[in-house]
């Protein structure tokens, strides 16, 4: 392999490294926009977020490029043998920064679409005349009527 290439992919390497810890910092800021239901910091935030991402799939592209120009397979899943050494560590230290990043955007997601349901469950509650409100009462002899919860909010 090239020392040029080698060089220039290395640096490459080491910014996307960095890349990946800005993005991971990005996520966690989110995260925590969104424990504190601060929704205007969490959308002003969108934008770095797609900005970070993007820096990602650019270095995932030069990665692409520095393959096809020595010859290697990019979808080699062990791909960091081809690497020399301290790339190696590098590349194991990106992998681990990008699963984080998954993983905290994944904790990120399904704490939002909880908390999407939970709102949407309220809202489905709140509804007068909604089936959700009804509720089954019995009478003495245990047997069961319906009952719409709705219909003695709206009298009162």
């Known amino acids: 392999m090239l020392p040029q290439l080698q060089q220039e992919f290395d640096g490459h390497l080491n910014q996307a490294i960095s890349d990946a810890q800005q993005l991971h910092s990005t996520l966690e800021l989110e995260f ?44 080699d899943q062990d791909f960091s043998r081809h690497l020399a050494s301290e ?4 590349w194991l230290q990106l992998l681990v920064l990008l699963e984080a990043c998954d993983t905290l955007h994944r904790t990120s997601d399904m704490f939002m679409r909880t908390k999407l349901d939970s709102i949407s469950k309220a809202l489905e509650t709140l509804e007068l005349n909604s089936p959700v409100t009804s509720t089954n009462l019995y009478n003495s002899l245990g047997n069961a009527f319906s009952s719409n919860i709705g219909r003695t909010l709206i009298k009162a």
């Open 32 to 75: 925590k926009h969104l424990k504190e239901s601060d929704l205007e910091a969490f959308q002003a935030l969108q934008v770095r977020k797609q900005h970070d991402v993007q820096t990602i799939q650019l270095f995932d592209a030069l990665r692409t490029q520095f393959c096809q120009n020595t010859n290697l397979d990019p979808d």
């Open 87 to 90: 790339q190696q560590a590098k």
